[in-house]
């Protein structure tokens, strides 16, 4: 069963940095699009930053220049690197991507991982 695990959440200080990690696994074909939401309380889940299989990485206006999205296709692994964290970046982050399996296309979600802001 295809299946994305998250790790790398936590409460930090802010102007502090973390690094979230994302890993599919269970007959994994390709992997296309891999991207990171978040949702805080009383909010929709939005979108954060996405990175195309070739490299190319599109970001939140609020999060450019402070967070930066990255992949390892041999390991089927994307990471999110957040620096210079804002309370407002509170939430709870979940990886997402298109994931084929043989014949199957599966839009996969992680089970999310908090990221708390704060002194």
Same mark, same amino acid.
């Given at each position: =069963?295809? =299946?994305?695990?998250?790790? !790398?959440?936590?409460?930090?200080?802010?102007?502090? %940095? #973390? $690094? #979230?990690?994302?890993? &599919?696994?269970?007959? *994994?074909? $390709?992997?296309?699009?891999? %991207?990171?939401?978040?949702? &805080?309380? !009383?909010?929709? $889940? @939005?979108? *954060? &930053?996405?990175?195309?299989?070739? !490299?190319? @990485?599109?970001?939140?206006?609020? *999060?450019?220049?402070?967070?930066?999205?990255?992949?390892?296709?041999?390991?089927?692994? *994307?990471?999110?690197?957040?620096?210079? #964290?804002?309370?407002?970046?509170?939430?709870?982050?979940?990886?997402? %991507?298109?994931?084929?399996?043989?014949? $199957?296309?599966?839009?996969?979600?992680?089970? !999310?991982? =908090?990221?708390?802001?704060?002194?």
């Amino acid at each position: =069963q295809v =299946q994305l695990v998250e790790s !790398g959440g936590g409460l930090v200080q802010p102007g502090g %940095s #973390l $690094r #979230l990690s994302c890993t &599919a696994s269970g007959g *994994v074909s $390709r992997i296309y699009d891999m %991207s990171w939401y978040r949702q &805080a309380p !009383g909010n929709q $889940r @939005a979108l *954060v &930053a996405t990175i195309t299989d070739s !490299g190319t @990485a599109n970001y939140l206006d609020s *999060v450019k220049g402070r967070f930066t999205i990255s992949r390892d296709n041999t390991e089927n692994t *994307v990471y999110l690197e957040m620096n210079n #964290l804002k309370p407002e970046d509170t939430a709870i982050y979940y990886c997402n %991507s298109q994931i084929r399996e043989g014949l $199957r296309l599966h839009d996969t979600w992680g089970q !999310g991982t =908090q990221v708390t802001v704060s002194s």
